[in-house]
């Protein structure tokens, strides 16, 4: 049997922009991406911590070091920049490695810098 399990998440990340005439997606400092086990392409989940609301999209690599985090396309009507957010990747997981999974966070402080993970 195969479980979903949290593989990775970027927590604490501020919103930048939001981007209401692009197609889609979510575009992420390449630096996060990398730090957090997120590829381009990847599906995430974000949870809005300003209103509680959740959203799925795919990730759009940013420019390293830029401490983007800029909503695209519909997702931009869901945060405004200033947002505090928590983005989420999940993996399947056989049953029998679920229990020793090690998942990956890392949390953000000012300016979308990397201050724990």
Same mark, same amino acid.
């Given at each position: 049997? #195969? ?28 630096? #996060? #991406?990398? %730090? ?12 809005? #911590? ?51 999974? %090690? ?15």
């Amino acid at each position: 049997m #195969l479980r979903i399990i949290y593989k990775s998440k970027i927590h604490n990340a501020a919103v930048t922009d939001a981007n209401l005439n692009y197609t889609g997606s979510i575009t992420i400092d390449s630096e #996060l #991406l990398k %730090a957090a086990d997120i590829f381009p392409g990847e599906k995430v989940q974000i949870v809005n #911590l300003n209103n509680g609301t959740r959203v799925e999209t795919y990730v759009i690599e940013g420019d390293s070091g830029s401490g983007t985090i800029c909503m695209n396309g519909a997702a931009a009507r869901w945060a405004q920049p200033g947002d505090r957010v928590i983005i989420i990747s999940y993996c399947l997981v056989e049953s029998k490695e679920a229990s020793t999974f %090690a998942s990956k966070a890392i949390i953000l402080g000012e300016n979308n810098k990397i201050k724990k993970g």
